[in-house]
Structure formats: structure tokens, C-alpha cells
């Protein structure tokens, strides 16, 4: 299947699970998905919600290489409340959402992983609760959080040591000491964790993190 054809039956999925969504015109290479989005959602500990929101979806042709941008529309969420500095939701971190995606491509997984959850969340929170989720900082203390509880470290040194082995290839990364101190080379050490994640995400997106883009 091309790839406009695979776009295409991810917005079909999206468009009957949620029929108040439609699709509409864009001026740029990209598909809009907008309207009256309802949905349910519970967690432990938590009252189950039913609420709806005007949003809007904007998926680039390249989808799913590329994170989706969402708007809310209806001026509901306050601009303070974990939104881009252009206005678009912040859903994640770039390297949790690119993870997701890489696991799950499809559009609907993405408005059920983390637009769901985030509008979940600010409902929560709006009838005066607590984020049931936790709260990730913005720029770069809440990527080096994130990344810190996805490789399952604490120290500053032993992340950077493990992002240096992400931006390597497999063979290259395995050979070389692991940074967890363990005295044993990655490849008989956090392997695992650091090659999936290399392979989820591909090594030239650690290269980007670490030394910013080329």
C-alpha cells in the first residue's frame, strides 16, 4: 500500500470512530481532521469522564515520521496549560511521541495514546483535581525527565553516556563500555533497552537531541 493510501485509512479509522470529526481544506501538504471530538476515559483512582472538545488535527504527508499537531479550538484550555509556543497541544515529549508512533503507527492509536490522555488530564484538572498522569517540565529539564524514566536512569552522566550509545550503530555501541558502571560492555549490559529504543527511533534522531540538528 503507497503511502497516501495508508494515510488515507488511518483518517478513515479516525473519522468512524469520532463522526463528528471531518476532514478540511488545507492550504499546505498536510491532512485536517476537525470538529466536536468526544470521548470516555478513566484511570485508577479516578472517576470515569465523558466530555468533548472542538479541536483540530493536522497530519503531515509523511505522517507517521512526522508527530501530529493538534489545536483546541474553542479557546477552553488556557494557553498556560501545557501548550506549544505556537499553540498546539503539548501531548509529550518529541521522543515519547515519536516512540509511540514508531510502536503503533496508526492515527487512531495516536488520538487514544496521547490526545485522549491529555484532554482526560485537563478535564480532570479543570473540575479541580490533580493531573493523573504527573507532570512533565517543558523544553529541556522535561526531555532529559522523560528520557532519564525511559532508559530507567537517575544520574545526569550515565543518561548522557546512554544517548552518546543511541547516536552509534548497534554494532559500534555494543563493543563499548556501558555507561550504568557495571564494568561490562553494552552489548552484555543495558543492550536491550538502548537497542530497541536505537531501532524504535533510529540513531540519527539521539544525534539531533545531543548535538542538535544538522
Known amino acids: 500500500m503507497s503511502t497516501s493510501a495508508l494515510l488515507r485509512a488511518y483518517v478513515e479509522e479516525v473519522l468512524q470512530k469520532y463522526p463528528e470529526l471531518r476532514l478540511h481544506p488545507s492550504a499546505d501538504d498536510e491532512t485536517v481532521l476537525a470538529g466536536r471530538f468526544e470521548f470516555s476515559a478513566q484511570t485508577r483512582g ?14 503531515a504527508s509523511d505522517y507517521p515520521r512526522t ?21 498546539h497541544l503539548c501531548l509529550g515529549s518529541p521522543t515519547r511521541l515519536r516512540l509511540i508512533l514508531a510502536e503503533t503507527p496508526s492515527l487512531l492509536s495516536f488520538v487514544e495514546r496521547c490526545l485522549v490522555p491529555y484532554l482526560y488530564g485537563y478535564s480532570i484538572v479543570e473540575g479541580g483535581g490533580d493531573l493523573p498522569f504527573g507532570e512533565l ?49 553494552l552489548g ?17 534522531w539521539f544525534c539531533s537531541l545531543l548535538y542538535g540538528p544538522r
Open 46 to 59: 479516578q472517576a470515569p469522564i465523558s466530555d468533548c472538545y472542538e479541536i483540530s488535527i493536522s497530519v
Open 67 to 87: 508527530v501530529p499537531l493538534v489545536r483546541e479550538t474553542a479557546d477552553r484550555i488556557p494557553r498556560n496549560f501545557h501548550k506549544l509556543d505556537s499553540g
Open 137 to 185: 517540565s517543558h523544553g529541556a529539564p522535561g526531555l532529559r525527565d522523560d528520557l532519564a524514566s525511559m532508559l530507567g536512569v537517575e544520574n545526569d552522566q550515565v543518561l548522557i553516556g546512554f544517548v552518546r550509545l543511541l547516536t552509534l550503530k548497534k554494532r559500534k555501541a555494543n563493543k563499548l563500555p556501558c555507561p550504568c558502571g557495571s564494568g561490562k560492555r
Open 188 to 204: 552484555l549490559c543495558h543492550n536491550r533497552i538502548i537497542n530497541r529504543v536505537r531501532s524504535d527511533l533510529g540513531h540519527g
